[in-house]
């Protein structure tokens, strides 16, 4: 039985994404999904609805493709939900085997006219929406090998509205539960040419999707060839355009067989607990994917375990029945219900499809291996891959010790020398200090859990103005360094406090301060040298005062010469007056608590 199309003859434009097209042939046939071009929304039954997508295929290798009636290539169809930074599979349909070639230009190659039963070098063959949902056409994803690109043979059947098309319930398309989500579709090429000449790992392409208040189904934006949906997460995770670059999109690659793509995600809950989110997309492992391993740092504790996948339906004999999971032995498991020896349909990850995974833990992330178990016997019987998972307990929030050997109980920063250490003339302040160094026990936030900006900082100054503060940078957000608008003021100390809280554990506030400056002939800890200073100096120096804070040696030697002499009258007297060489640089000293 032959099942005809209608002859769509069209030039595709030139890529709209980076793609290898642009950049030359690959060696052996080569078929990428290179535009949807249409969309069916067919209806809904029971609460699922059925859809199909178009297809422009293209052969970017340097010989022509097999294009054979009723079987290679096949093309298959996927949709995913992206909401509050986690993405899963929502959706899948039967595959689309072939018909018959009509091909034209529109690759970014020359086309060599190869048709009919070929995929021409350089060619595009264009299948509308509606001819890959014809249900007659339409194969069973368990019929088809897609490490080597064998095909089983079609059985013609037909249905309902949704029968083999790409399914999706209504249910994960409600606005009112998924307000602001974000949906993707994907299509994903087999074939035997590609598979042969190792072509294969190319083949799965994505594009943004609209749904409306009837749940038709609208294509938007760009595609993006030759790069599956699971890049989603990271492009769009934390919104339309805004990516999270800390998510790595990994390929495990099995030994002699396909290829899994593999990410992870630590996300700060707000309430001393982080969400641990791992995808797992397999391209083209006949294998499938049978396990996941997650080790879990000692002491900590792990809730909320989940898991997401996708239904097969239709008839494909795959098990839909969740993997289940355990956490114990610093380790948390996903496995399928059964092995492959107890049922060879239990619900692996196969081709074509992802499965999501989560759980909280009450530790900030640290990059470690994550195992993938393999469904199917075989060596190896597992790979490994690096994510994040908690691997570090929640430390308690405070300032590091202060720097170069100087003792300032929890102050750290690099600024405890006098600020006219660096003046040109031993008078002006035009080299002084203008930038302090915060350095935390563990990484920190604004107190409203954003990133660490201007808010969490105040200066003061008890001696005068303070200049204001001209930046604010995080190096690694433990590493927070504050720049101002101009040097200290000659003469005075300046106070910088920071009000934050600990990344890891929310609860865990730190209000603490700096100060830099401090002038040992301050007698009064003011801020400032004045004419009283030189007064309490006088009734120190013969015993009649006694300092209130510090060491006498610090505030009364003001010439930081190891000794209270009268030179140090005569020093006190030049700052009052700010002449020179009073302005000389002093070491490192000690600032009061």
């Known amino acids: 039985m032959i099942i005809g199309r209608p002859r769509i003859a069209m030039v595709m434009a030139a890529c709209l994404v980076v793609c290898r097209c642009a950049a030359g042939q690959t060696v052996g046939p080569d078929v990428v999904y290179s535009e949807m071009g249409s969309i069916v929304s067919y209806g809904g039954v029971d609460g699922v609805r059925g859809y199909a997508l178009g297809s422009n295929t293209c052969n970017i290798g340097d010989q022509d493709l097999t294009w054979e009636n009723q079987g290679t290539p096949g093309f298959t169809m996927n949709a995913y939900r992206l909401y509050e930074g986690q993405l899963k599979q929502i959706g899948m349909s039967w595959v689309k085997h072939a018909c018959c070639a009509f091909v034209d230009d529109g690759c970014g190659l020359t086309c060599n006219g190869h048709g009919g039963d070929l995929l021409g070098v350089g060619c595009v063959d264009v299948y509308n929406a509606g001819f890959n949902g014809s249900q007659f056409g339409l194969g069973s994803r368990s019929g088809i090998n897609a490490f080597d690109g064998t095909f089983s043979p079609l059985n013609f059947e037909q249905g309902n509205l949704i029968f083999r098309r790409l399914q999706i319930r209504e249910s994960d398309l409600d606005s009112t539960d998924f307000p602001d989500a974000l949906y993707f579709l994907e299509g994903v090429f087999v074939s035997t040419d590609d598979a042969a000449a190792g072509n294969a790992t190319n083949n799965a392409s994505h594009k943004q999707g609209t749904f409306d208040a009837n749940f038709v189904l609208s294509e938007a934006g760009a595609m993006n060839m030759e790069i599956p949906a699971i890049f989603a997460w990271r492009d769009h995770a934390n919104g339309l355009n805004q990516p999270d670059n800390s998510i790595e999109i990994r390929e495990v690659d099995i030994p002699g067989e396909g290829r899994f793509l593999a990410a992870s995600r630590a996300t700060n809950n707000g309430d001393g607990t982080w969400r641990y989110t791992y995808v797992v997309f397999n391209l083209n492992s006949h294998r499938g994917g049978g396990s996941m391993v997650v080790p879990v740092g000692p002491g900590i504790n792990v809730t909320n375990i989940g898991f997401s996948d996708v239904d097969y339906h239709s008839g494909d004999p795959y098990d839909n029945t969740d993997w289940e999971s355990f956490f114990g032995a610093g380790v948390v498991i996903w496995a399928t219900p059964q092995t492959h020896g107890q049922n060879p349909n239990s619900s692996a990850i196969r081709w074509g499809t992802m499965d999501t995974f989560w759980f909280d833990a009450d530790a900030g992330p640290a990059t470690t291996e994550i195992t993938l178990g393999l469904f199917m016997p075989g060596e190896p019987s597992s790979v490994g891959w690096m994510g994040v998972a908690p691997g570090v307990a929640c430390s308690a929030l405070n300032l590091v010790e202060g720097q170069s050997g100087v003792s300032f ?100 506030t730190l209000e603490d301060s700096i100060r830099v400056g401090f002038l040992p002939a301050d007698i009064n800890q003011d801020g400032a040298v004045s004419p009283t200073d030189l007064f309490l100096f006088r009734q120190m120096v013969n015993g009649l005062a006694t300092p209130t804070v510090g060491t006498p040696e610090d505030i009364l030697d003001t010439d930081r010469s190891g000794s209270v002499d009268p030179v140090d009258l005569f020093r006190l007297r030049q700052l009052i007056n700010g002449v020179s060489p009073a302005t000389q640089a002093w070491g490192g000293v000690g600032l009061p608590e």
């Open 409 to 508: 109980s929890q102050r750290a920063f690099d600024g405890y020398v006098d600020p006219r250490s660096e003046s040109t003339d031993g008078k002006v302040v035009n080299l002084g200090l203008d930038r302090f160094t915060f350095e935390f026990t563990t990484p920190v936030e604004n107190l409203d859990g954003s990133p660490v900006d201007f808010s969490a900082f105040v200066i003061s100054d008890t001696g005068g103005t303070p200049p204001a503060i001209a930046d604010v940078q995080t190096e690694d957000a433990q590493t927070i360094t504050v720049f101002l608008e101009d040097h200290l003021t000659l003469g005075e100390w300046t106070t910088i406090s920071a009000s934050v809280r600990s990344q890891c554990d929310p609860s865990l």
